[in-house]
């Protein structure tokens, strides 16, 4: 489950300095995506991430929704339970308020608060749709039709040779001008995918989704780690 939810954060948002040298219609499609989301207040997206393994030859699937304030850096991650009978049955939840960050385990009884780490090197579900700004270059390599829609294919390269990936593969609806979907490669040779299922902006959504209910959880152990 931990590995599943730093592929997941990983894929969601990303900060490191910024690369030198971008593709310039790249660049134009990408800036189109950014100012589109930045125009929400709040998106609401349900989700389907997969871990595909060549070297097992196992592939593990999981569903998901996020709930992002992008502006004031606020979010919630929700994860479902894996087995087919529980689709809806929430697994594991990452909340922020903007300063603080609850991490909840179902299995465990237990939610772990932290500070939120602003100082740019950390996973950030908040910037979903503008996570190449910093820290990537990127270049466009064509268009591809899938039911009918075209998809415009970006990929990002990591400045950071460290990195346990070395390209993420993004696919964006070319009249939607939303990210639909985006391929991790990792060096170990597994494959991360994210593809988005439903976008729905300004969703209305009370105050109290970004921060973790304790009377909505009794017998869960809070876990003050700031």
């Known amino acids: ?18 690369f030198a040298q971008k593709d310039a219609e790249a660049k134009v499609i990408l800036n189109q995506v950014s100012a ?31 709930v992002v ?60 749709f503008t996570m190449y700004e910093k820290g990537y270059k990127y270049i466009y390599t064509g268009s591809e039709t899938l039911k009918g829609r075209v998809y415009q294919i970006i990929d990002l390269t990591p400045e950071d040779i460290d990195k346990s990936f070395f390209k993420i593969r993004l696919m964006i609806d070319k009249t939607k001008k939303q990210i639909y979907s985006a391929l991790i490669f990792d060096k170990s040779g597994n494959k991360y995918s994210y593809t988005i299922k439903t976008f729905i902006p300004n969703v209305q959504v009370p105050e109290s989704t970004f921060t973790f209910d304790t009377k909505a959880h009794p017998g869960v152990e809070v876990v003050d780690l700031r």
């Open 69 to 128: 304030q992008s502006k004031t850096n606020k979010y919630k991650l929700s994860l479902y339970s894996q087995d087919p009978t529980a689709k809806n049955l929430v697994e594991q939840e990452i909340i922020t308020d903007g300063k603080n960050q609850w991490t909840y385990t179902k299995k465990d009884k237990e939610v772990q608060l932290n500070k939120v780490d602003n100082a740019g090197e950390s996973f950030n579900p908040a910037q979903i």
């Open 36 to 66: 589109k989301y930045k125009a929400y207040n709040i998106v609401k997206s349900d989700f389907t991430f997969v871990i595909d393994n060549p070297q097992s030859q196992t592939t593990i699937t999981q569903e998901g929704t996020i």
């Open 1 to 18: 489950m931990k590995r599943i939810t730093l592929y997941l954060l990983l894929v969601l948002g990303i900060n490191a300095t910024a």
